[in-house]
């Protein structure tokens, strides 16, 4: 019953994630759009300027994380929204190493881009 | 514990007309979802051209970027980002709520509220967004 229903029980590391990343999301995802189209214009935007943003420590570190907590609560959500539409047996297992493939491209792909913007040259 | 029950067949999306608050939800939250995570992909091949930028070339990145904002439709397609990303945001907080046990009996409200204030902030960001452009 609605009265005495809640979900907020252990139901598991990657539900547990889920909220713990969208709780983060929600406060970065609406900073970052804030810095880059209120504080500063996007089309302004150099690479002077991200380099000076991306060599400080904090927004390094905080944009990093960012992208490591979207990239999870992101393929995660695929994963699920796919489950609970009936996704099963071979092909969900298929379907979870491209997600999981696709997850980690993103992710190194999006560290070798955070280390080029602070002058890091990471050129394969 | 909770109470499992027959929802039907929430994939029948030809039901739309049947659809209360709560699959109005459900369903925008999922395609809010899909972009975003479609977006991060797009977001980082287009930052990836930093990569070049930080040997030596830094108009790579920043006419990149920068001839992308000139375009109408690009600014176009962020206010839809900017719609889909507060929503998302909006009702998200939402949810977690209501996995706290928060707000159960509002949660029509709280939907309609979320979905007035995604309006009410993209309106109020419009001018931001497409300064310059047209």
């Known amino acids: 019953m609605a009265e005495r229903y809640s979900s907020f ?9 889920q909220r713990l990343t969208a ?34 420590v904090g927004y390094f570190a905080t944009m990093t994380l960012f992208l490591l907590t979207a990239t999870f609560h992101g393929v995660n959500g695929v994963y699920n929204a796919l489950v609970n539409q009936g996704l099963s047996g071979t092909r969900k ?24 913007m602070t002058g890091m040259d990471v050129t394969l | 514990m909770s109470q499992s029950y027959d929802r039907g067949l929430i994939e029948d999306f030809g039901r739309w007309q049947e659809f209360s608050a709560g699959m109005w939800a459900w369903v925008l939250h999922k395609f809010t979802g899909w972009v975003l995570i479609g977006y991060l992909f797009t977001h980082i091949a287009v930052l990836s051209t930093a990569i070049p930028a930080a040997t030596g070339d830094p108009a790579i990145y920043t006419g990149t970027l920068q001839s992308l904002e000139q375009l109408a439709i690009v600014r176009v397609l962020e206010v839809g980002l900017l ?13 977690l ?29 419009v001018p931001t967004f497409i300064s310059g452009a047209f």
């Open chain 1, 23 to 56: 709780g983060f999301l929600v406060v970065v995802l609406a900073f970052h759009f804030m810095l880059l189209h209120f504080v500063h214009h996007a089309y302004e935007i150099t690479f002077m300027g991200t380099q000076a943003r991306m060599t400080q």
């Open chain 1, 93 to 116: 297992t298929a379907v979870k190493y491209v997600l999981v493939g696709a997850g980690l491209v993103l992710t190194i792909q999006g560290v070798r881009v955070a280390l080029a």
């Open chain 2, 97 to 125: 709520f209501v996995d706290l046990g928060v707000g159960l009996d509002t949660q029509d409200t709280s939907f309609y509220a979320s979905l007035v204030l995604t309006g009410a902030i993209v309106v109020a960001s």
């Open chain 2, 83 to 95: 719609s889909v990303a507060v929503f998302h945001i909006l009702n998200g907080v939402r949810l």
């Open chain 1, 9 to 17: 029980e252990p139901k598991g590391t990657r539900w547990f994630l």
